[in-house]
């Protein structure tokens, strides 16, 4: 472990003292990818005998519609946050590391079933195996999305500190994956073509990279000014995109000016978990950025049932996924009428390819199958 420890130390201090230009720029390409193996053997070593990787999470059974992780420093507010959200209880105290394992609750919210939690204080260093943070970090990359719990005294130095340990383990805050083709190929080299301009890649930072990963043949296409780093997530592959909000707590210990600065900051979401100021604000923006469907049932020849919907995510809501996340079965035979924004008239007759929108009513028909007379 020291070894691979004292390897990223090596290549992080090269990289610090090599200067950024044109010509260096395969040599700082290869370092990076030589980094993001040695941080992947670190942090998900191969289990044996059956014990599991250092990389694994808490061992906590996902639920519900959703899952949404507290990250932070210890003595934040996780706990706070979380108690006055979900009416779980997690240990409160003013002193750092009183939660020292993974503490689930449940907000119910629009009428969707969100996981909430709450996860021991983050510390420096944990993506590169230090305390507990490996835990820590594998089981918010779980998550559909993240709360980055800062204290309002000090809240920049505290993102930043934990947006490079999450970077570090794979996780990518409010981004959407590389707009960039990688194939491997047979034979042929690399071929690097670009649609735009680009300033980050040239063909030999992408050979360097690629030379780094024993890749010898390849076909990369971007389409967009991607960085030596975006073509190493492609290449690892292991990368997670979720969306994030930066919960500031503790608000009613700072000026109103310096709230105002908070408040205008993207991803910003100021609040007192302890005073339970604008946690209703919280919760709404939770809600925009799971960006969940909620579609309701109306069984034949009844109303809709608006307690109790079914909840899509937004990259699955056909009424093929709605269907199964009722039970496969209804798919065998069936016909689909939508009331809703998705449809033009109401009710319309859909397939199952239908694509279904927020608060759209759903009717699910048995086909029935006709005798033929003889």
């Given amino acids: 472990m020291a070894t691979v420890m004292q390897k990223i130390k090596d290549i992080e201090d090269e990289m610090a003292k090599t200067q950024k230009n044109k010509a260096t720029s395969h040599h700082l390409g290869t370092l990076k990818a030589k980094l993001a193996k040695l941080r992947r ?53 003013s002193y750092e590391f009183t939660t020292l394992t993974c503490i689930p609750g449940v907000i119910t919210y629009r009428g ?43 809240p920049i130095t505290h993102k930043r500190l934990i947006e490079k340990e999450l970077e570090g383990f794979g996780i990518r805050l409010n981004k959407e ?5 990688f194939r491997r190929k047979e034979k ?11 300033t980050h890649l040239d063909l030999e930072t992408v050979k360097a990279i690629c030379g780094e990963y024993r890749i010898h043949n390849a076909d990369v296409s971007l389409r967009f000014d ?24 503790k608000i ?25 100021w604008n946690l209703d604000g919280l919760l709404d923006k939770i809600w925009e950025y799971l960006d969940l469907t909620r579609i309701y049932t109306k069984p034949k020849g009844m109303n809709p049932d608006y307690e109790d919907p079914v909840i899509l995510s937004s990259k699955k809501r056909t ?34 390819e239908h694509e279904l929108e927020d608060e759209d009513v759903v009717q699910i028909i048995k086909k029935v199958r006709q005798v033929k007379e003889e």
């Avoid at 000026?255 to 005073?275: F, G, N, Q, R, W």
């Fill in 252 to 276: 009613d210990q700072i000026t109103l000016e310096e709230l105002e600065i908070l408040d205008k900051l993207p991803h910003y979401c100021p609040v007192s978990a302890h005073l339970e």
């Fill in 188 to 198: 042929g080299g690399i071929n690097f073509t670009s649609t735009v301009a680009n």
């Fill in 319 to 352: 009424v093929e996924d709605f269907c199964i996340r009722i039970h496969k079965d209804m798919l065998k035979q069936f016909n689909a009428l939508v009331w809703g924004s998705s449809v033009k008239h109401k009710p319309q007759r859909v397939g199952r």
């Fill in 226 to 249: 991607a960085t030596a780093d975006d073509l190493i997530d492609v290449i690892e592959g292991s990368r997670v995109y979720i969306p994030c909000i930066y919960v500031v707590n």
């Fill in 112 to 154: 969707a079933k969100i996981q909430l939690l709450d996860l021991p204080g983050i510390i420096e260093g944990a993506k590169d195996g230090k305390g507990r943070g490996r835990q820590v970090i594998s089981t918010a990359r779980t998550c559909n999305c993240i709360l980055i719990v800062l204290d309002a005294i000090k």
């Fill in 41 to 93: 053997d670190l942090l998900a070593p191969p289990s044996k005998g059956g014990g599991g990787g250092a990389g694994e999470g808490f061992d906590v059974t996902k639920s519900g519609d959703s899952r949404v992780g507290l990250v932070g420093f210890p003595s934040v507010g996780k706990s706070t946050l979380l108690n006055k959200l979900t009416g779980t209880f997690s240990e409160v105290a």
């Fill in 177 to 181: 994956p590389p707009n960039m083709t």
